[in-house]
């Protein structure tokens, strides 16, 4: 049996404790899960329910398709025999749930009985992606059910396509959660994810006109398979209301009170590792009323108010990010951050509070890692709990504290610093303003103490900012109540260092990290890419590559090979057309050449970004196809270029650029006298599932944002693992890609950070046409005369960069970005050298799967340790069996077998201890 030679192998009489869970999909026998907390006088009790629940689901076609069917007719009731295919998938779903569920519940057990520390990812965003395919991936059981439904007359991939995209997350901030969590499930590490059950989500774009359009996300309107609502897991959270002070022994006590109280419930996402039977939890808070309806209130006639307090209630999570141009939309987006870290926090101490133990130990089992500034409140409720209700001294407490969180940093622009006003913040949460002023005021005292009579510095690092509104800087409330502070690349890190927390850095050097992002190749190579996926089982023997990214790199050796160019380019081609297939459905009366160059560009649209920069760029290249005569016509690559990506509602430029592509599109694509040399498409609503159609096909991938504004950016890793040559400038994550897979194998351009600064002054003392030139200001001219439509609407675009305010020095780089275009245009003629530098990106990208970034989280900050659980056992007599605490545990039998002259067994830490034959 694989299973027992698995978890035989070895020299000697080891055991291997990392049986995977392929191995176990496999064995054709039962497999006995552990049992957990035997408690004294229980027994008989635990027995009965150990013979019901003793072993895991099988994977085979017969119990598959029992499991589907019972959920058809008893969770879903329909009828057996005739349910549809959204039907299927719900069913199909569940009973996948069923089998997360069985590995959720033993994971989280022992996590509790071994008294692990655990870490809690703290995320207002957590973009998922759909969970079906990532699931059975995980679970190595996608086979499996493809056979499974076959046989009941569906196809899988039918039923992938059934789910909707949980609206949990806009970009790179909730996508990078999303990886972490699952490294952290692959991995072993014990963790849990706290974040929003979000009603509606961002918003899912619509293209009317060729101008945004945000509708409402209705992606929970046929519930949510995947999530286990948590009715019995509820927090009060109060908001508004009053500080009393009593005096006690000559000792303030302070009692938040009045106000009002919502209601925080729990749901749960099963998180699955890969190839492992670790699964985590990704744990979801929704707003609920403390009175769902007020019957006097209806009674009078006014039901209205019968019902205004659940409104008020549920809107706290019903959309991410909701406008804050307004004091109610800034008010709203403040109770978001501070519900769902004061319900965590709850959740966490309850846990922590299962044994009795000193708050001393807090920080021993908690870390608590804070995504970007919006979970920034974290700090100050639990100060808030730890002095005013454990009745913990001020001191002793944020000493506490400061061992327990650290910080991510997501930005480098000063202007994308939270920010909140005194007043609104005093309003809506006055203990945590009061907190706030004292922990300011020993920071200051702090400051002064190391620079006496620095005013300057004091100002600058101050969590208050003084002026009219006075304002409360969280990025400055997280550095002072975190051990810890991260940059998420190198550049970004150091960009840090040097500039916005220049000044904490000179006072504590040794609190700032660098953790370069990662992303999951489970998600974006294996799920995504499957013809790609199964080139690199056969070249490596193994899916272990999905694991260890670092065992494709062999693969380079490849890269000249013509025969393995082939099968290369053939896969790359199969999914382009895929693609091509996805825009028939979404952007109607397009016609894309599968032989084109797939260049694209997807992500959040901002002027930092620069999609207005490849915009002009497209404009330039059809002005050059229309002037080509037509034997210059023949040389030319023909390119298909795809630009999607969401701009926040009330950003006016960001739309704006968002018509200005769909006004090219509109001209070029209905221009027969250039065919397919040129086609610009706008791809609406992107989302991860999308994106796992997109990246794939892609050829080319821009990453063209001003030198020293992007923080990292992951979706360059994901087109690199994908094989996708990327075109970009030296800012973030690309900086270390350009180390990893040479420089010979992209396309670099643009000013370097060091030079951005004397380059914006030049810019405002040049005069325009000069800076500018002459390439560009035919672009210009065209545009304003009404080559594309909407003049006046696209000469406001154009002047926000034509009037010495080129902030981002779109006009600069935009002569060395022709420079790179025309180098990709060279590479890609001749396609051997370009298929091998499509190659060694792929294999040379390692460095950027999300576990290396995780275990340097684990082990330099979080301090973490792995934890596995028991793995299942061929008998109910071998199976794990805790005896109500680790340490009365003295020995635990993984195998074994009649034909075998010893009976082995191992200790808790995986070492060999007896070895004796038929006894103990």
């Known amino acids: 049996d694989v299973y027992k030679r698995q978890i035989m192998k070895g020299s000697g009489n080891e055991i291997d404790r990392r049986a995977s869970r392929a191995d176990f999909n496999q064995s054709n026998e039962n497999m006995f899960r552990p049992e957990f907390q035997i408690k004294q006088g229980e027994s008989e009790k635990n027995d009965k329910l150990w013979e019901i629940m003793s072993t895991y689901l099988a994977n085979d076609n017969k119990t598959i398709q029992k499991n589907i069917v019972n959920h058809v007719e008893y969770t879903l009731a329909k009828t057996r025999f005739n349910f549809d295919s959204f039907g299927c998938y719900q069913a199909a779903a569940l009973s996948v749930r069923d089998r997360l569920i069985e590995s959720w519940n033993d ?23 759909r969970a079906f395919q990532n699931a059975l991936l995980n679970l190595q059981i996608e086979d499996n059910y493809k056979s499974a ?49 979000y009603d509606y989500g961002i918003f899912q774009q619509k293209i009317k006109e060729g101008y945004q359009v945000e509708v409402p996300d209705y992606w929970l309107n046929f519930g949510n398979c995947w999530e286990i609502e948590r009715v019995d897991v509820v927090y009060p959270v109060r908001l508004y209301g009053h500080v009393d002070r009593t005096y006690h022994d000559g000792k303030e006590k302070c009692h938040w009170v009045g ?47 019968a019902i205004q307090q659940r409104q008020r209630a549920e809107y706290i999570t019903s959309v991410l990010y909701p406008n804050d141009s307004t004091n109610e939309g800034k008010e709203l987006r403040l109770k978001q951050q501070y519900f769902f870290t004061c319900a965590s926090l709850q959740d966490i101490l309850r846990r922590f509070k299962k044994q009795k133990r000193s708050w001393k130990d807090l920080p021993e089992k908690v870390a608590i890692q804070l995504n970007d500034t919006h979970p920034a409140l974290a700090i100050v409720e ?62 200051m005292e702090k400051v002064n103490s190391k620079y006496p009579g620095d005013f300057h510095r004091m100002n600058i690092m101050s969590i208050v900012e003084e002026g009219t509104p006075k304002k409360i800087r969280m990025a400055n409330l997280c550095i002072v109540g975190s051990h810890t502070v ?22 504590f050097p040794k609190k ?14 294996l799920a995504a890419n499957p013809g790609l996926s199964e080139l690199y089982n056969q070249e490596c023997g193994t899916v272990d590559w999905a694991r260890d990214y670092k065992l494709l790199v062999n693969i380079q050796d490849k890269a000249e090979n013509p025969a393995f160019q082939k099968r290369w380019s053939d896969i790359k081609f199969q999914n382009k057309k895929r693609l091509v297939e996805w825009i028939r459905q979404n952007v109607p009366g397009v016609e894309i050449n599968p032989n084109a160059l797939f260049d694209v560009m997807v992500k959040r649209i901002h002027e930092y970004k620069r999609q207005f ?13 229309k002037n080509a005569t037509p034997e210059q016509r023949k040389h030319m690559v023909p390119r298909a270029v795809f630009v999607g990506g969401k701009a926040a509602p009330g950003y006016i430029n960001a739309k704006r650029i968002i018509k200005f592509i769909n006004c090219i599109g509109d001209v070029v694509n209905n221009d027969r006298d250039i065919g397919d040399l040129l086609k610009v498409v706008f791809l609406p609503n992107y989302n991860v599932s999308n994106a796992q159609i997109i990246i794939p096909a892609a050829e080319l991938s821009q990453h063209i944002s001003t030198a020293g504004t992007e923080a990292s950016g992951t979706s360059n890793m994901k087109f690199a693992m994908n094989g996708c040559l990327i075109i970009g400038t030296l800012d973030g994550a690309n900086v270390e890609i350009l180390e990893e897979i040479g420089d010979d194998n992209m396309f670099i351009f643009g000013a370097k950070v060091q030079d951005i600064q004397s380059l914006r002054v030049h810019m405002s003392q040049t005069e325009p046409r000069e800076y500018w030139g002459p390439d560009l200001d035919r672009v210009f001219r065209v545009i304003r005369d009404g080559m594309f439509g909407h003049r006046e609407e696209l000469g406001q675009l154009l002047d926000t960069v034509c009037h010495k305010n080129d902030h981002y020095l779109v006009c600069h780089d935009f002569y060395s970005y022709l420079d790179a275009q025309k180098k990709v245009d060279e590479a890609y003629k001749n396609q ?32 973490l340790d792995t934890v596995q659980i028991p793995k299942p056992a061929l008998s109910a007599q071998t199976r794990y069996k805790s005896t109500g605490s680790m340490q009365n545990l003295q020995a635990c039998l993984l195998y074994t077998s009649d034909a075998a002259d010893d009976l082995l067994c191992v200790d808790l830490g995986g070492r060999r201890i007896i070895k004796k034959k038929n006894r103990i």
């Not at 009985?113 to 992606?129: A, C, M, P, T, W």
């Not at 639990?382 to 930005?411: C, G, P, Q």
């Not at 091998?836 to 275990?855: E, H, P, V, Y």
Request: hydrophobic letters at 40%; a negative charge.
């Open 613 to 625: 920069m490849n915009a002009l760029y497209l404009v330039y290249r059809y002005l050059e196809i």
């Open 512 to 525: 700032f990290l660098n953790k370069t992002n990662g992303v999951t190749p489970r998600r974006w190579v």
């Open 832 to 863: 051997a050298q370009w298929q091998a530098m499509s190659i060694r990106s792929s294999a040379r990208s390692g460095k950027f799967n999300s576990d290396r970034t995780i275990r340097e989280y684990a082990q330099e900050i979080w301090k």
């Open 149 to 197: 439904l076959m046989e009941l007359g569906y196809k899988l991939e039918q039923m992938y396509e059934e789910e909707h995209d949980p609206a949990l997350g806009n970009g790179g901030l909730g996508r990078l959660a999303a990886c972490f969590l699952d490294s952290l499930a692959t991995l072993e590490y014990p963790a849990w994810g706290y974040g929003i059950r």
């Open 107 to 129: 994971t989280n057990q022992s996590f509790t009985e071994k008294d692990s520390k655990r870490v809690y990812y703290f995320s207002l965003e957590f973009l998922l992606g």
């Open 259 to 305: 106000g009002e109280v919502v209601y925080a419930q729990a749901y749960d996402h099963p998180i699955p590792g890969f190839n492992t039977f670790n699964t985590l939890n990704l744990r979801l808070w929704k707003s609920r009323p403390a009175t769902e309806f007020e019957f006097e209130s209806f009674n009078k006639g006014d039901y209205f108010g």
């Open 382 to 443: 639990l100060l808030r709990i730890l002095v005013d209700e454990e009745e913990l001294e001020m001191e002793y407490a944020f000493s506490l504290i400061y061992k327990v969180f650290a910080y991510t940093n997501h930005t480098v622009l000063p202007e994308a610093l939270e920010k909140w006003s005194v007043d609104l913040l005093g309003h809506l949460l006055p203990r945590h303003l009061e907190l706030i002023y004292k922990i300011n005021f020993h920071f």
């Open 486 to 507: 991260n940059g998420v690349a190198f550049l970004h890190s150091e960009l840090l260092k040097q500039t916005i927390f220049k000044e904490f850095y000179e006072m």
